[in-house]
């Protein structure tokens, strides 16, 4: 009886570990760190996954059940990712409770952060955001375009769509200026 319940569990996330692979892979594109300027560390990839993550999950939001059971799904396993993460980077089992206490301010901070800016409608907000999340050398203009340019794709996009389509994001196509 119990063994059944762990079975239940995994068939039910694995479409949401597939779509987390998809938009790890779109926060991985090359092109997001050398014409976004988006730092190529540890910190500008957590940047550049919660940004496609909060896309995804506003457009979850938006959708009927069971899209929020799926929500909630993508941020158990993105936090499971990053944990992972951690400590297969060496991080000792001490710290990294600690370390996922700061990621996940951070990530609901971002997320708050970036609703607050799209919902304000004012010229400048969102890019104003991403820089200061981000890092200030980023080109803010051409992320936040990309960022836009994500959402509006995903808005057409079903529940089951989401889980299935690929890819989830246009490519991203900022300038390459100094």
């Keep these: ?20 692979e998809r938009i790890v892979g779109a926060s991985r594109e090359p092109a997001l760190y050398v014409q976004g300027r988006v ?4 910190e500008g990839r ?30 158990d396993a993105s936090f499971a990712y990053l944990e992972l993460g951690f400590r297969q980077g060496g991080i000792s089992d001490v710290a990294v409770p600690k370390r996922m206490k700061k990621i996940g301010r951070s990530f609901y ?27 200030p ?13 994500g959402a509006a794709v995903l808005a057409t996009r079903s529940l089951d769509d989401i889980l299935a389509a690929d890819p989830l994001f246009p490519p ?7």
Excluded: C, W
């Excluded at 730092?39 to 540890?42: A, S, V």
């Excluded at 050398?137 to 340019?149: G, K, N, T, W």
């Design 109 to 135: 901070g971002r997320l708050g952060g970036y609703e607050e800016a799209l919902a304000a409608g004012e010229p400048g907000a969102f890019e104003v955001a991403l820089a200061r999340n981000i890092a």
């Design 39 to 42: 730092p190529d560390d540890f």
């Design 172 to 178: 991203f196509s900022g300038s390459i200026e100094a």
């Design 46 to 75: 957590f940047e550049a996954l919660t940004l496609y993550l909060f896309l995804v999950l506003r457009r979850l939001r938006d959708l009927p059940a069971p899209a929020a059971d799926v929500a909630q799904d993508l941020i």
């Design 1 to 20: 009886m119990i063994f059944g319940l762990f079975g239940r569990k995994r068939a039910r996330m694995a479409p949401v570990n597939t779509l987390l």
């Design 137 to 149: 050398q980023i080109d803010a203009a051409a992320l936040a375009r990309h960022a836009r340019a």
